[in-house]
């Protein structure tokens, strides 16, 4: 593992004052006296006679200190001088001597400094450009081998309900075409492998170039000034596929190989995949900044933060015209949604005052979710659409389901990704859509081909992306991971169990309600049952909906009162 950088350093630990006895901390630096400052030093620094034309900057623009080497000449004497025209370094004594007289000469350090800040440039652009570059062409790859299969499962499917009219037909051309299309598939997918061999070549190449470019950042001594700036690779460029079409044929038993149609991979030159120009680098690093940051943030919470001994009730609401609060939703202006059983959904303020109502057609269903842009999606089951409501309370059409009726849904505050649960025709689905509304990932079935869910009717997820579902039928808590493989199921801790409302902590821990017996159950990331966090012991006749504000507070609406009452049991 290669060292971290200065910056690195710097950032990771406490920089003590370098004055004597000062043990403040030293966010400057005198370029002359190498060693941090205060800001009381900084001013004394520039006060005093002796130090006042010092250069002091910030310490994260210091210049790197010359690495000390003796002169061979004069062994009491370090060499910090750069003779212009002999193109040697000196120490001071040499440049007195006869064959420099009239040279010109540099300070030594300034070189040193200009060529550390170029050789760290290097080191920079493949830490934040190269790698992350040729990773996400290699994702890319990725991508296209998905929709690869996608579209050779689609094109299959085509055939096959042509195959099934003329069945006693077209057998034999139907299973030629079929081997066709995996035949094509494995060249494809193979080409696509080939790709992705090359860009883990370049990767292995890239960490190799890393690991020099930290070797010659890390020398104690000054051959650093004599090495060549090492070139990087260009990154290899590849050709995306040219998607196979499926070209349908006309039903005729003349020509059935005409009839049942072809897959051919349109004769269109590749297209090239697009690199990032490093021009683009700044503006992706300020983003990537400001994500890190926020993710240090919620780092240090989750950290400052565990399970209490007891569960506080903080305060309660009393939502106008929800009489069975059967699901919340909290935003980030900490007002609520709340919703019934009869598709009344109302917005209140911290008060409980009614902002805004909306008739819809949900139930019994965590069919609304607050976004991190501050906006509410909620279904409508009837018209089998998606609804976006902004905070401006305009409403508009947010994403069409098809012929599956969506149940509930949840915004990832990981990344903003929707998660519909969904049914169709006795069959049931968890549906992954883009910020943006674009379909993205369908969980379906379990490892073994079997359903997953039969009615998922309240959804969340956790830290770690992990997809929890209340399944109404199954009474059950079904829990796949981020690419939709099954993890674990929950069924309770009695003979009964009737998962309703569904959330997650900052410390993943899973809170779902049994309706059987009108508690909250409190589990942990892998599922395992930690305790039962609320119960009518408590005050909680008919627990239904639970949620989470971004100051860890557990929301809970109950059935039979339009009461929700705020917990506290993270301290």
């Known amino acids: 593992m290669s060292e971290p950088s200065d910056e690195q350093a710097a950032m990771q630990q406490y920089l003590v004052c370098g004055t004597e006895d000062c043990q403040k901390n030293g966010q400057f630096y005198c370029n002359a006296c190498h060693r941090p400052l205060c800001e009381h030093c ?57 064959e420099h007289q009239g040279h010109k000469f540099d ?28 990773q996400g062409l290699k994702t890319d790859i990725e991508e296209d081998a998905t929709q690869i299969r996608k579209i050779m499962e689609s094109i299959r499917t085509s055939m096959k309900a042509e195959v099934k009219s003329l069945k006693n037909l077209v057998d034999e051309v139907a299973s030629e075409n079929l081997e066709h299309t995996h035949k094509m598939e494995k060249s494809l997918l193979e080409m696509l ?48 596929p040219v998607l196979p079409v499926f070209t349908g044929g006309k039903f005729s038993k003349e020509d059935i190989s ?35 940051k926020q993710s240090k943030e ?19 609401y009393s939502v106008p015209d929800v009489y069975n609060a059967v699901h919340v939703s909290a935003d980030k202006s900490s ?80 990344n903003g990704d929707i998660l519909v649960g969904m049914i169709k025709d006795g069959e049931a689905k968890v ?13 379906q079935r379990d490892n073994q081909g079997q359903a997953l869910y039969k009615k998922p009717h309240y959804i969340t997820e956790n830290i770690n992306g992990d997809i929890c579902t209340s399944d109404f039928n199954k009474d059950t808590l079904v829990v796949v991971n981020k690419s939709g493989y099954h993890r674990f199921s929950y069924t309770g801790q009695r003979s009964r169990f009737y998962p309703h409302g569904i959330c997650t902590d900052v410390l993943g ?6 309706k059987a017996s009108d508690t909250v159950h409190l589990l942990d990331q892998d599922g395992r049952f930690l305790s039962v966090i609320l119960s009518p012991q408590q005050g909680i006749a008919c627990s239904r909906g639970v949620c989470m504000d971004d100051e860890n507070n557990l929301y809970v609406g109950q059935y039979g009162t339009n009461t929700v009452t705020v917990y506290k049991y993270l301290q």
């Open 431 to 443: 549906t992954r859509y883009s910020k943006t509304g674009k379909e993205i990932q369908n969980i």
């Open 107 to 134: 300070d030594l350090e300034e070189i040193y400094a200009e060529k550390y800040a170029l050789q760290q440039g290097e080191f920079s652009k493949i830490q934040k450009y190269f790698l992350p570059t040729t």
């Open 335 to 414: 007002r609520l949604w709340v919703s019934n059983n009869l598709g009344n959904l109302v917005q209140t303020d911290l008060q409980g005052n009614l902002l805004q109502k909306i008739q819809t057609s949900g139930t019994f269903q965590g069919y609304h979710t607050a976004t991190q842009d501050g906006d509410l999606i909620y279904t409508d089951k009837k018209k089998k659409v998606i609804y976006r409501i902004t905070p401006d309370k305009k409403i508009t059409e947010f994403i069409k389901s098809g012929d599956w009726t969506p149940l509930s849904v949840h915004s990832s505050r990981i």
């Open 509 to 514: 821990h899973i809170l779902v309600c049994d």
């Open 258 to 292: 005409k009839l049942l149609g072809r897959v051919n991979v349109p004769n269109t030159e590749p297209e090239k995949r697009k690199i990032q120009p490093m021009e683009a680098v700044t503006t992706h690093m300020k983003s990537t900044e400001k994500q890190l």
């Open 193 to 240: 492998k080939s790709q992705e061999t090359t860009y883990d070549d370049y990767i292995a190449y890239l960490g190799k170039m890393s690991d020099e470019f930290q070797k010659y950042l890390s020398l104690t001594n000054q051959k650093l000034l004599f090495l060549e700036t090492l070139n990087i690779k260009t990154i290899p460029e590849t050709t995306k």
């Open 42 to 98: 900084r001013d004394e620094h520039v006060k005093n006679p002796d130090t006042k034309f010092h250069e002091i900057v910030l310490y994260r623009h210091r210049k790197q200190q010359l690495p000390v080497e003796k002169c061979k000449l004069h062994p009491t004497r370090n060499i910090d001088i750069f003779c212009k025209d002999c193109k040697i370094p000196l120490c001071s004594k040499c440049s007195t001597m006869e």
């Open 298 to 316: 919620k780092s240090d919470v989750k950290q400052t933060l565990s399970l209490s001994s007891s569960v506080t009730k903080v305060r309660e």
